[in-house]
């Protein structure tokens, strides 16, 4: 039998929905691999298409902010969430956001080099809040959009604070049309993006892994239909493009109505403002997507405490 834990088996439940018994069989068919184990699940139907990395599984903030045509988003790191309602770590996200939105690079070394508001550098500043604060703490990704002619308009949802908290989005509009016109646009779409976890602008943007990856789940469910091979293979490209279109933020439906695409919404909106409208790119940072974070059994903990 492969080796594999009570906690694994949890942790596969938890990303999947599948039950108890299903998810410890198809962690023991994968050899105790959790990544196999959820496409087996899957390709089975057992298991719900949640997407791993929009878990949050790390605390701290994310910060956005926007000046003239250019936005920046940036998450910094925490421990715990009790440091990400402390004012100090609070003003270092925000100072850092202000920092990042004045660089030409969306690299987290450059970022950590460049001159802190009140001395010395971002990193130092970054060391001297770990130290103070006792806690560690991380700059952990930046991404900026810009456009030449339009606007960058910014959101955070579940705010904290302004413009920090758990989901920040900036949508970058590039129009003749005016603010008046485009801020409302820009502000509904991001609160789509927020909800809706686009994984890029269009389909042909989508990560070629990703989609090799669904390719071969559909394939699994097809081949098990028992249907001739070129059925299986329509049965295969259509749920592919189906991921591809739920996945695709232009071509997913809008969250306001139900039934528009996004592309279609934006069409609309330039057609009533008399001049096109294009959304350029998007930045979607959820705090902690993609970090595993360890989870304590605090029960055994205390039991392993009293017992040593």
């Known amino acids: 039998m492969a080796a594999f834990s009570a906690s694994d088996v949890k942790a596969l439940r938890e990303k999947t929905g599948a039950g108890m018994m299903d998810a410890k069989k198809a962690l023991e068919e994968a050899n105790g691999d959790i990544e196999a184990a959820v496409d087996a699940l899957r390709a089975k139907g057992l298991a719900s298409a949640q997407k791993k990395s929009s878990r949050t599984a790390a605390e701290g903030l994310v910060g956005v902010s926007v000046a003239g045509t ?15 309602k402390n004012d100090k770590f609070q ?9 990042a939105l004045g660089l030409d690079s969306d690299d987290v070394e450059a970022l950590k080099s460049a ?23 991380q700059v952990r990704r930046i991404k900026s959009v810009s456009v030449s002619n339009g606007v960058v308009v910014p959101y955070m949802h579940n705010a904290q604070a302004p413009l920090l908290g758990k989901i920040g989005v900036l949508v970058a509009l590039e129009s003749e049309a005016g603010a008046d016109v485009l801020e409302p646009l820009g502000k509904q779409l991001a609160m789509h993006i927020a909800a809706a976890f686009p994984q890029a602008l269009d389909a042909d943007s989508l990560d070629a892994d990703v989609i090799d990856r669904e390719r071969k789940i559909a394939a699994e469910k097809a081949a098990e239909s028992g249907k001739p ?29 139900n039934k528009t695409p996004i592309a279609d919404v934006i ?11 294009v959304l350029k790119d998007y930045v979607r940072f959820q705090l ?13 903990e205390v039991a392993a405490a009293v017992g040593g």
């Open 288 to 300: 902690g997507e993609g970090i595993e974070k360890e989870e304590s059994d605090f029960a055994a």
């Open 91 to 99: 003003d270092f996200v925000r100072n850092t956001t202000e920092v």
């Open 267 to 277: 069409a609309k909106a330039g057609k009533d403002a008399g001049t096109a409208i």
């Open 229 to 257: 091979a070129e059925v299986q293979e329509k049965m295969v490209e259509g749920a592919v493009k189906k991921y591809a279109k739920e996945n695709a933020l232009l071509s997913q439906v809008f969250v306001m109505d």
């Open 115 to 137: 001159s802190y508001p009140d001395g010395g550098s971002v990193g130092e500043k970054l060391t001297d809040n770990v130290a103070t604060i006792g806690e560690n703490q």
């Open 70 to 84: 250019k936005g920046v988003a940036v998450e910094v790191n925490s421990e715990t969430d009790f440091v990400a």
